[in-house]
């Protein structure tokens, strides 16, 4: 009785940071990252602040969010999860299509570079994901962590600050998400741990010279 106990109780906890740490969310994360990190970001004026975090959250989190009760209608997938690979197909076009809209928006404004090389290796990664899931099954989860870890590295080497109070959580927090993806057999460690180097190679090159 105290095995399955723990059992569920393990598997809720995966279920919950999977869902906390959906990909969906990565940009809404990132500028937080961004926005509340001890640079010059700190400075930039609330308004430019709201306009940049509203855009994006619309076009890459709510949009995306909104589009999957119609895609489960239409049986496009058959759950929310979309264990199966062939299944992440037309979500993961249809999100890395709003990532990139929303990129060329942003490069088409005076804003600063860092957020739309942010921008800009999110549209990579969901694109290079999309290309692998037409063969192979990866970890999106992994490459949204990889990238926010990547995220913050860039930010600490290109403007000098100490960010550890964010690198400790996220590298302590980036060990649970590829665990409970392990644990609920969503992926096989292949597949987390190359999903996880995606992420974080493509936003550190990105970020770093772009």
Not at 71 to 96: C, D, F, W
């Given at each position: ?20 740490m959906h990909p969906v969310f990565l940009p809404v994360y990132g500028l937080l990252l961004i926005f509340n ?86 549209s990579l990664t969901s694109f290079l994901i999309l290309i692998i899931t037409f063969n192979w099954k990866i970890s999106v989860h ?69």
């Amino acid at each position: 009785m105290e095995e399955k106990r723990s059992t569920r109780i393990l598997r809720l906890l995966s279920m919950v940071i999977s869902i906390v740490m959906h990909p969906v969310f990565l940009p809404v994360y990132g500028l937080l990252l961004i926005f509340n990190a001890p640079t010059f970001m700190v400075h930039l004026p609330a308004g430019i602040k709201r306009v940049i975090f509203l855009l994006t959250a619309v076009n890459m989190t709510i949009v995306p969010v909104a589009l999957l009760p119609l895609l489960k209608m239409r049986n496009v997938i058959t759950s929310y999860s979309m264990e199966l690979r062939k299944e992440r197909i037309i979500p993961l076009a249809l999100g890395t299509m709003m990532y990139v809209v929303t990129t060329v928006i942003f490069y088409s404004y005076q804003i600063p570079v860092i957020i739309k090389s942010f921008m800009l290796s999110a549209s990579l990664t969901s694109f290079l994901i999309l290309i692998i899931t037409f063969n192979w099954k990866i970890s999106v989860h992994a490459a949204g962590a990889g990238g926010l870890l990547a995220t913050v590295m860039v930010l600490s080497i290109r403007m000098y600050a100490d960010l550890i109070i964010f690198w400790l959580p996220l590298i302590v927090l980036t060990g649970i998400l590829m665990s409970a993806r392990l644990y609920l057999r969503s992926h096989n460690p292949a597949q987390v741990y190359t999903g996880f180097l995606i992420g974080f190679v493509s936003f550190s090159l990105v970020m770093f010279f772009f």
